[in-house]
């Protein structure tokens, strides 16, 4: 009893470590801007096997934490609808195909430039060629750009690979002996079976899925919606395993077929938490899985194989991206993120090892490559940051020169596109710039001249007209900016009045000691019209909806007179509390996060 007892307190321990680990290693990680991936792969080689011992067998974790990715791409299939999937095909099997292949045969070369017979270089080369789905789009949605196109060609190169797992599969069973992995007829089987599997979850996806799912959503049972949600995940990732193919691919092909559903946003919200917990798993388990003994112990061939497929693989992505259309700096982008090994090369390797076409001694140095490559990305990702920006394309537009109307407009995003329409309507002549070339593009395609103009500097507001304006509308969002261009014009052009666009109370604030003569909080007026309408539809008249209006906006302009009176937005405690005690005698409730957090003020 004492034995078992002590072995469930380890086994406790092992769970504790790890979501210790996960919980102070992945905050410290991003407040130093290197990524929660790097923080979960740093944590797991604090605790593994050659850190502090918590966990001595990486290989369980690590099978359970791949449930992660699997869950990770039925959430992306959630999102892939099928006219949208078959949208993507020529960047999935155009792409994706011309990349993998290029990257292959490159890698492939250098293996055997390296040594390494044909085999093993071919075995070597596509396992790192597979990209570790986990670690790019973590680092995708952690940079936003996910949903972008460029994005979206990453994320299509990636559902390339991980299909491509079936047919390298399949080479490496007609590269080994035929005891050892079957007959030609065996593999025709291994592969009608297969094709069985991905026809039976379309099945099941088309015809019996959603009134599974409808049946049970009468129930009103959550925890039954729950676990019906993990069902369909593990139960089609389990299909594919047993047809010899991706669990991911199959919980990706699951997530598809119901992307058109009802209750695509509810299987969404069902899973996510688990995705979030297991993909974290998965990259504590990649950590633990780095053999500091198979590294020290040939240093020099890993370090080599890291840096020349690394390189290698790094410069083909950059120039099949280059053929194929992008520029520079998309090309960079792509190579950087995609130059790493991932989780199906750990499949590869342990497939050839008990094939016979590697043995184990090399699958352990393979393994620690693509490792060693993961642990690397995102301080390489983190060079990106040192790139310079492209210029901004100036086709079809027109800097500003020479302008001299009476009203300068700076930014003309969607405050500035509303606030100059009253000026239209009465007849007012106005020059506009900004500093976004794609929204000047668009706004001449609707009839209206903006030029471009940076106004934070001295010569473009001269160019702009500023020094003749009589009245200046700051409409940007970027609070620095305002202010800095604010001040800007306050000091060189002391004549023209200047009306900005305030992000909250404390920038509002900011404003009026910069000079502006008036500004306007973006979100004050809609908020007061919306919480009027919320009145008016509970019975209030519309005399009571404009009496209870106009005593907020007088009540607001008292203190927010009484805060710029006493110098600040955060020092004036006992000034607030006066004009919150006349407020509820006027009946007007202010709410106490509007005093110490004036970001979260309207």
């Known amino acids: 009893m004492a034995g078992e007892a002590l072995q469930h307190s380890v086994d406790l321990l092992q769970v504790v470590g790890l979501l210790a680990a996960g919980v102070v290693a992945v905050p410290i990680f991003r407040r130093l801007g290197l990524g929660s991936v790097l923080g979960y792969l740093a944590a797991g080689l604090a605790i593994g096997p ?40 020529k960047q999935i099997f155009g792409l994706g195909v011309i990349q993998l292949t290029s990257v292959g045969l490159v890698l492939t070369a250098l293996g055997i430039a390296l040594g390494f017979s044909p085999a093993m270089a071919f075995v070597a080369g596509m396992g790192f060629a597979l990209t570790s789905t986990a670690i790019v789009i973590q680092l995708l949605e952690e940079r936003g750009e996910l949903s972008t196109g460029g994005g979206q060609r990453i994320v299509s190169i990636l559902l390339l690979e991980d299909l491509s797992i079936v047919p390298l599969l399949a080479i490496l069973a007609l590269l080994a002996p035929y005891g050892e992995q079957g007959t030609p007829q065996q593999r025709l089987i291994g592969i009608g079976v297969a094709l069985g599997a991905v026809l039976a979850i379309v099945a099941v996806g088309r015809w019996i899925l959603n009134p ?7 129930a009103k049972a959550r925890e039954v919606m729950t676990a019906a949600a993990l069902l369909v995940v593990l139960g089609a990732a389990l299909v594919m395993e047993l047809g010899g193919l991706s669990m991911a691919m199959g919980a990706f092909l699951a997530g598809v077929l119901l992307s058109t559903s009802t209750f695509r946003h509810q299987l969404e919200a069902d899973v ?24 020290v112990a040939n240093a020099g061939i890993i370090a080599v194989l890291v840096i020349s497929y690394k390189l290698g693989k790094g410069v083909v992505v ?31 390797y342990s497939t050839a090892a008990a094939s016979g076409l590697i043995d184990a001694p090399h699958s352990a140095i393979f393994t620690a490559v693509v490792i060693m490559s993961m642990v690397l990305t995102p301080f390489t990702v983190m060079a990106l940051r040192f790139l310079p920006k492209p210029p901004p394309s100036m086709d079809g537009v027109e800097l500003a020169d020479g302008l001299s ?14 606030a100059v329409q009253p000026l239209l309507a009465q007849g007012h002549k106005v020059s506009i710039i900004d500093n976004d070339t794609d929204m000047i593009r668009v706004a001449g395609r609707f009839g209206r001249k903006v030029y471009y103009g940076d106004g934070r500097r001295l010569d473009v507001l001269q160019a702009a007209g500023a020094a003749t304006a009589e009245m200046v509308l700051v409409c ?27 992000y909250d109370r404390g920038h509002a604030i ?93």
Request: charged share 25%; net charge negative.
């Open 50 to 89: 050659f850190g502090l011992r918590l966990v001595e067998d990486p290989t369980a974790i690590f099978a359970a934490a791949q449930f992660g990715v699997v869950m990770f791409l039925f959430i992306i299939g959630l999102e892939m609808e099928p006219g949208r999937l078959w949208s993507l095909r």
């Open 212 to 218: 599974l799912f409808r049946v049970l959503a009468n």
């Open 272 to 295: 996510e938490p688990f995705r979030g917990l297991l993909l974290g798993l998965f990259f504590l388990a990649v950590g633990m899985s780095l053999d500091l003994d198979v590294v």
């Open 318 to 348: 950059w120039a099949v991206a280059r053929a194929l259309g992008a520029d520079n700096r998309q090309a960079i982008e792509r190579g950087v993120l995609m130059a790493q090994g991932g989780e199906f090369a750990f499949v590869l």
């Open 405 to 418: 109307e009476r009203i300068l407009v700076i930014g003309f995003g969607r405050f500035g596109q509303i």
């Open 476 to 502: 940007i969002d970027d609070k620095v900016a305002a202010t800095r261009i604010v001040e800007l014009i306050k000091a060189e052009f002391p004549l023209a009045k200047i009306m900005s666009r305030a």
């Open 510 to 602: 900011e404003l009026i000691k910069a000079g502006a003569d008036y500004q306007l909080r973006e979100t004050l007026e809609s908020a007061i019209a919306f919480g009027g309408e919320a009145i008016r539809e509970l019975g209030a008249s519309d005399d009571e909806v404009a009496s209870a209006l106009e005593r907020v906006r007088e009540f607001d302009s008292r203190r927010f007179e009484l805060q710029v009176l006493n110098g600040s937005a955060s020092g004036q405690q006992l000034l607030i509390t006066n004009a919150d005690e006349q407020a509820r005698e006027q009946g007007v409730a202010q709410p106490d996060s509007d005093e110490p957090q004036d970001n979260a003020a309207a």
